[in-house]
């Protein structure tokens, strides 16, 4: 940040300037003037340093004597390009005072950063009234744009459509000259998708307690997987003899009740 503050040039730092909120259209014409005006003097070879900030509008000002101070005075801005369709020529510009104080920064090609001065007024930009039919035909013509869909044809390289269109009776099949296609392994039923039989109500329990046994806390898939049972019959079990964890850290398990705890620890001490 030192060496910027050290490179910066502040000679037009406290000159007025004006900030202009412009429409998309006249910023780009300016911009096409600008570049027309550079190109135009490089060809001609006249000027070794040409002007790349030609004169690309001129502003108006109305100015009644007899007005009061509370009347704002009247800004009107006229391009000078002539030749943009309808692009509308002339613009009103409504002047606020009341802003964030701002100041315009500047940067050259060469990297040199410059203030250019402090922002006096702001000004909003809208159509004068002598352009609101060209402005009309201008946003008809951008909604008609706007509606046309640009389609792309791509023209390929292999025009055997074989590969690209199913045959009657031949659904995934490729042709004879066309790439090998892999065949495809058949997918292996889910175990919950299998019929499961029911056990014993007293085996299953002892499975469960074994299970109980090897870890504390089980979760209901898991058992499911181990006991291969189903899942409204294993709830059964586990709604007798279990208790549901909803929170703390074994959130969705089941663990024994304090009562078949001891009686499975008092069954390994015997």
Request: net charge positive; charged share 30%.
């Given at each position: 940040?030192?060496?910027?503050?050290?490179?910066?040039?502040?000679?037009?730092a406290?000159?007025?300037?004006w900030?202009?909120?412009?429409?998309?259209?006249?910023?780009?014409?300016?911009?096409?003037?600008?570049?027309?005006?550079?190109?135009?003097?490089?060809?001609?070879?006249?000027?070794?340093?040409?002007?790349?900030?030609?004169?690309?509008?001129?502003?108006?000002?109305?100015?009644?004597?007899?007005?009061?101070?509370?009347?704002?005075l009247?800004?009107?801005?006229?391009?000078?390009?002539?030749?943009?369709?309808?692009?509308?020529?002339?613009?009103?510009?409504?002047m606020?005072?009341?802003?964030?104080?701002m100041?315009?920064?500047?940067?050259?090609?060469?990297?040199?950063?410059?203030?250019?001065?402090?922002?006096?007024?702001?000004?909003?930009?809208?159509?004068?009234?002598d352009?609101?039919?060209?402005?009309?035909?201008?946003?008809?013509?951008?909604?008609?744009?706007?509606?046309?869909?640009?389609?792309?044809?791509?023209?390929?390289?292999?025009?055997?459509?074989?590969?690209?269109?199913?045959?009657?009776?031949?659904?995934?099949?490729?042709?004879?000259?066309?790439?090998?296609?892999?065949?495809?392994?058949?997918?292996?039923?889910?175990?919950?998708?299998?019929?499961?039989?029911?056990?014993?109500?007293?085996?299953?329990?002892?499975?469960?307690?074994?299970?109980?046994?090897?870890?504390?806390?089980?979760?209901?898939?898991?058992?499911?997987?181990?006991?291969?049972?189903?899942?409204?019959?294993?709830?059964?079990?586990?709604?007798?003899?279990?208790?549901?964890?909803?929170?703390?850290?074994?959130?969705?398990?089941?663990?024994?009740?304090?009562?078949?705890?001891?009686?499975?620890?008092?069954?390994?001490?015997?």
């Amino acid at each position: 940040m030192a060496e910027e503050g050290k490179n910066l040039e502040t000679a037009k730092a406290d000159r007025s300037v004006w900030l202009m909120k412009c429409p998309t259209v006249v910023s780009r014409a300016w911009q096409e003037a600008a570049a027309a005006g550079v190109s135009s003097s490089d060809a001609a070879g006249a000027n070794p340093n040409p002007n790349p900030n030609p004169v690309v509008a001129k502003v108006v000002v109305s100015l009644d004597p007899l007005r009061s101070e509370e009347q704002p005075l009247q800004f009107k801005m006229e391009m000078a390009q002539t030749d943009n369709g309808n692009t509308p020529k002339s613009y009103s510009l409504n002047m606020f005072k009341d802003f964030v104080p701002m100041c315009v920064f500047s940067e050259s090609n060469q990297g040199k950063l410059a203030c250019e001065g402090k922002v006096g007024h702001k000004f909003d930009m809208e159509p004068h009234s002598d352009n609101l039919v060209n402005y009309g035909k201008l946003c008809r013509e951008r909604t008609t744009k706007s509606m046309i869909k640009n389609r792309k044809l791509m023209v390929l390289a292999n025009d055997n459509g074989m590969s690209m269109r199913p045959l009657p009776g031949l659904v995934g099949l490729m042709s004879s000259s066309g790439p090998k296609q892999k065949e495809k392994k058949p997918i292996p039923a889910k175990p919950s998708d299998m019929k499961r039989t029911r056990r014993d109500r007293r085996e299953l329990e002892n499975i469960l307690f074994k299970l109980f046994e090897r870890q504390p806390n089980w979760s209901l898939k898991n058992l499911m997987q181990e006991t291969d049972q189903p899942e409204q019959f294993l709830k059964e079990i586990l709604n007798d003899l279990c208790v549901y964890n909803k929170r703390g850290p074994n959130q969705g398990t089941h663990e024994l009740k304090p009562e078949y705890k001891k009686s499975t620890g008092d069954a390994d001490a015997t």
